[in-house]
């Protein structure tokens, strides 16, 4: 069975642009979750998509969104990007959330 | 308190040594925990999971929960230079719902 896969795997912007990071679950996985991994905060919870609704949301600003499709693919967006949001950003799928979740890849954003 | 607390170490011990990663957490209500290894510029890999107090063995990897003390730990058996990694330690929490609450991981260093 194919694992998580995401895209792009990294991607370069300037303050001020904004970013749309794909997901692709495990498939039979409808849960999708997305975080953020920083040095220095580690990793930190952004929100939660089943069944093409969002279902939990972590601290993060409303810069911050995301949204799911039908086929559980689900995408992040980052508008008015800052410096401060160059990261890891994973996704992670699981079967209802509150199981096993198991990561994509990555997509590394930096901001330049 | 932090709801996930870890020695960010570095953890160091000779191959075949036996590794004791360890985790505290502070949701008492908390009823799932997980254990992920992570390589340097790669994502989280599952590595085990344990829902009920006790030890749960997979492979070299055992599993600890006491509930009780609010404690989760990993044992790693016959270590090899290939275990060098962060081991994160993750819990679903009743307050979080299905959001991973993560530790800061303990690097782990195993020498040949």
């Known amino acids: 069975k194919a694992g998580v896969t995401q895209t792009p795997r990294y991607l370069i912007k300037t303050r001020g642009q904004q970013v749309t990071l794909s997901c692709s679950p495990i498939?039979?996985?409808?849960?999708v979750s997305w975080y953020q991994q920083t040095p220095g905060q580690g990793l930190q919870f952004l929100f939660e998509?089943?069944?093409?609704?969002?279902?939990n949301k972590g601290n993060f600003p409303g810069r911050f969104s995301g949204r799911q499709f039908s086929n559980s693919r689900s995408e992040m967006n980052v508008s008015t990007l800052e410096l401060g949001d160059s990261a890891l950003y994973l996704c992670?799928?699981?079967?209802?959330?509150?199981?096993?979740?198991?990561f994509g890849p990555g997509t590394r954003l930096t901001v330049t | 308190q932090k709801e996930v607390e870890q020695n960010s170490g570095p953890l160091s011990v000779p191959e075949g040594a036996i590794a004791s990663l360890n985790c505290t957490y502070s949701?008492?209500?908390?009823?799932?925990f997980f254990w992920y290894r992570q390589y340097s510029g790669k994502s989280p890999e599952l590595i085990m999971s344990?829902?009920?107090?006790g030890d749960k063995e997979d492979g070299r990897f055992t599993a600890q929960l006491n509930k009780a003390s609010q404690y989760v730990s990993l044992l790693i058996r016959d270590s090899q230079p290939s275990d060098s990694a962060t081991y994160l330690c993750?819990?679903?929490?009743?307050?979080?719902?299905?959001?991973?609450?993560f530790g800061k991981g303990t690097t782990l260093s195993v020498s040949s």
């Open positions: 992670a799928s699981s079967l209802g959330g509150k199981d096993e979740q198991y």
């Open positions: 498939s039979g996985h409808r849960s």
């Open positions: 998509y089943f069944s093409e609704t969002q279902r």
């Open positions: 949701d008492r209500g908390s009823q799932s």
């Open positions: 344990i829902y009920s107090n």
């Open positions: 993750a819990v679903l929490t009743n307050q979080a719902g299905t959001a991973l609450i």
